[in-house]
């Protein structure tokens, strides 16, 4: 198959997936808007477990060094429900990929993390996997970004076959490089070419002019403090092994609505391509009470927890608890013997697609 034919390829299985995946993740989007206000944007003073969450979260900003997971440990048949009449459009495959999916992200930094921009981090890594079985993986190591995939997961979890080791051997000549990304080895793509690549498509350029100062952090802080003081309550119970846990209740419309006419005034302090929701996205977002659990031991936050169920319109029963744990940061150290690829041959769902899962 020919490199052209086998992009083709997989343009067409991300087209077909991509609705699934958009819906599938909305509510994920949300909840995890829910999370990051909730726990990091100044809880209430007067509010005992509240603080503690808060505490939690500046203690995680304090470190140098951190990993946290991501999960959904929804089972396939409540997935199916949820998705109701979308569910017709996601193969049987696509859904055990889903259930199974869980993602997980390493950094480390010269400085404490609440106080790193970009040009401090010594490392960056991600890792998208399911039954113990890595599906794709990238690390960011000094001047190179190193990635890999598993095209035969990849094309199981989709339900539609990726290049074979068959069609790998009728690439020409001129592209035989890009044979060790289809076998599933670690290849290397250099951070100038990439963010030069960016900058040619019309992406932000460097200097920082993508991410948040901190003024701008302060004055978003500021906004919805007001908000999660009036719209959130919190309650305490013992968890297990001496952890504590917290539960941050609110109804979910008003919460986001609430927050977001606050953020509207600074929309133009945001980075390039962070468009805040319109009125009408908000209006359809669910007006549901929906409950944060946060896990906390020793004074530190190891556990996330909220179902996702609860803002479909008839869950049926079913439940969708989105988890995120944190822990130590591990190895994101460079791969050896990693094969250097041209910028241009890593584009499209071959790379920014899937690294966009």
Not at 132 to 148: A, C, N, S
Not at 198 to 216: I, V
Not at 248 to 262: C, M, W
Request: hydrophobic share 40%.
């Amino acid at each position: 198959m020919h490199k052209s034919a086998v992009r083709t390829s997989m343009a067409r299985a991300s087209a077909a997936g991509a609705p699934v995946f958009r819906r599938a993740f909305t509510g994920v989007g949300c909840a995890a808007a829910v999370l990051v206000t909730v726990a990091a944007c100044g809880t209430v003073q007067n509010l005992s477990a509240g603080q503690k969450v808060d505490n939690a979260v500046e203690r995680l900003g304090e470190q140098k060094s951190l990993s946290f997971g991501m999960r959904l440990d929804a089972d396939q048949d409540d997935l199916t429900a949820l998705m109701g009449e979308d569910s017709e459009e996601m193969p049987p495959e696509m859904a055990e990929f889903l259930t199974g999916l869980s993602v997980d992200v390493t950094v480390k930094s010269k400085k404490p993390l609440a106080d790193s921009g970009e040009k401090d981090l010594v490392g960056l890594g991600m890792k998208i996997s399911a039954d113990k079985k890595v599906f794709t993986e990238y690390r960011l190591v000094g001047d190179y970004m190193y990635y890999r995939v598993d095209m035969d997961a990849m094309g199981d979890a989709m339900g539609m076959p990726f290049p074979s080791p068959d069609d790998l051997d009728e690439l020409p000549e001129s592209e035989q490089h890009l044979k060790p990304l289809f076998e599933g080895d670690w290849v290397k793509i250099n951070t100038d070419d990439l963010e030069k690549a960016g900058e040619e498509a019309g992406g932000p350029g460097s200097g920082g002019a993508d991410e948040l100062d901190a003024k701008t952090q302060k004055k978003i802080l500021d906004a919805v403090r007001g908000v999660i003081a009036r719209e959130v309550t919190f309650k305490a119970k013992d968890g297990k092994d001496g952890a504590e846990v917290i539960t941050a209740k609110a109804n979910f419309r008003e919460l986001l609505t609430g927050v977001f006419d606050k953020l509207q005034p600074l929309e133009d302090d945001l980075p390039p391509g962070a468009e805040l929701p319109t009125a009408k996205d908000l209006k359809d977002a669910p007006n549901k009470k929906v409950a944060v659990d946060f896990t906390i031991k020793n004074g530190d936050l190891t556990r996330i927890e909220t179902d996702l169920a609860v803002l479909a319109e008839d869950p049926k029963g079913a439940k969708a608890p989105l988890v995120l744990t944190f822990g130590k940061a591990g190895d994101i150290s460079a791969p050896q013997g990693a094969s250097e690829i041209p910028v241009d041959d890593f584009g499209g769902p071959l790379g920014g697609g899937m690294l966009g899962v």
